[in-house]
């Protein structure tokens, strides 16, 4: 049975690596699940319009001007695109479920290495050299040291200051992996996969109450573990069918959800001073929960547009590369453009450029290192024969 390494928000692949349930199999290779491409598209994008037009505060800095004045009609919608995160992490539960399934703990840290880090290195070197080559002149520069730590993808524990704000939710993602791998260990199965999410979820309730325990904080984050949660439940929904057991996990990781949701939504709100609504936000992560059951209920299987696999490929560059990247482009077009102009023309070479890093690094770099990898477990092997 053929394995795909698929994660989010890094580039994945949604090739299926489980069949779907006994009623519904049918002979010959299994679909792919371009409506997860989709998804991971508009999460990638929806995050990108966040940070260009929906942050009055942080892209001040880059445009001169409060961007509610210069996208009016955009600012309101796009102020909600931060939430393009969660939507990545539910997927990510799925996914990642999805290519473990069946792999030994060694191969699936191998497929998370190779699929998160080639092009995460390049957009670390190319952020360190637009910190110093385009700085805005307000923020502080992160020191040598720091940008040396981002290599790690650990500046968070050790902390260090982000090359790139967004690199936080890779953070999320590690701690994810480490977590989940306890599970690869012992095997996947149905039951081993499911009780393990209802230990992790209330070991997430447990962690707002118990502080003493900062461990339990960083493994068992209230509002992402639920996420995380629901993506596993409706994989296993897709792999096994819907039952009562996975329909009561899936509403319980909602209820958890939603909880801290609101109450962080409120935060932003009331000590930040970004005004959105509460109950806008869980309407809408409430339905990237229904999409993505919509996928694992198999209603989006007639998505089958070859186009969103290499739109999907993108995502992972696209997300490495915006943010600082976009922000000095934009600081240097605005002036000689306006808004519109700059936005669109940013935008696009942002693109072209996470394909460019898709095909001449990403792939490049992941194809030798997994040659290097083989040639040296070839070697090993063959010295462990003799």
């Known amino acids: ?28 290779p ?26 009055d505060a942080a892209t001040k800095a880059n445009w001169g001007v409060n961007p509610k004045e210069l996208f009016p009609g955009l600012f309101p919608v796009t102020s909600y695109g931060s939430y393009g995160v969660q939507l990545f992490f539910i997927i990510s539960g799925f996914v990642i479920c999805l290519s473990a399934w069946g792999r030994t703990p060694g191969q699936f840290v191998r497929a998370r290495f190779l699929r998160l880090f080639p ?61 989940f791998l306890v599970v690869v260990w012992k095997g ?7 009780v393990f999410c209802w230990v992790w979820l209330l ?13 339990l904080g960083i493994f068992a984050q209230p509002l992402n573990t639920a996420l995380f949660v629901a993506g596993i439940a409706m994989y296993l929904m897709y792999r096994f069918g819907p039952d009562l057991k ?44 229904l999409l993505v059951l919509a996928v694992a209920l198999h209603k989006l299987d007639r998505v089958n547009w070859k186009w969103l696999s290499t739109a999907g490929a993108l995502v992972y560059p696209l997300y490495l590369l915006h943010e600082e990247l976009g922000w000095a482009m934009i600081r240097r077009l605005y002036g000689h453009l306006g808004a519109w102009p700059t936005l669109l023309l940013t935008t696009g070479a942002l693109i072209v450029a ?33």
């Open 246 to 289: 996975l329909w009561g996990l899936l509403g319980a990781s909602w209820l958890v959800m939603q909880s801290d949701l609101v109450e962080h939504a409120d935060h932003l709100r009331h000590d930040k001073g970004m005004d959105r609504d509460p109950y806008i936000a869980l309407a809408l992560v409430t339905l990237f929960y």
């Open 119 to 179: 092009a995460y290195w390049f957009s670390v070197v190319l952020a360190f050299l637009v910190w110093r080559a385009i700085p805005d002149g307000q923020r502080k520069i992160p020191s040598v040291s720091d940008s040396l730590t981002n290599l790690t993808m650990f500046q968070v524990p050790l902390s260090a200051q982000h090359l790139v704000g967004a690199y936080w939710t890779l953070w999320v993602e590690l701690t994810f992996y480490l977590v």
């Open 30 to 55: 299994p679909p792919r699940l371009y409506a997860l491409d989709a998804l991971r598209v508009v999460a990638a994008l929806s995050v990108l319009a966040f940070h260009f037009t929906g942050v």
């Open 354 to 386: 996470s394909w460019l890093v898709q095909r001449f690094v990403e792939r490049p770099s992941q194809r030798w290192l997994r040659n290097a990898l083989d040639k040296e477990s070839r070697a090993r092997a063959a010295k462990t024969a003799h």
């Open 188 to 194: 996947l199965d149905y039951q081993r996969v499911s």
């Open 1 to 28: 049975m053929s394995q795909t390494d698929v994660q989010a928000p890094g580039r994945a692949e949604t090739t299926v690596a489980a069949a779907p349930p006994p009623q519904a199999r049918a002979a010959g």
């Open 203 to 215: 070991a997430c309730v447990l962690a707002q109450q118990d502080q003493d325990v900062p461990l």
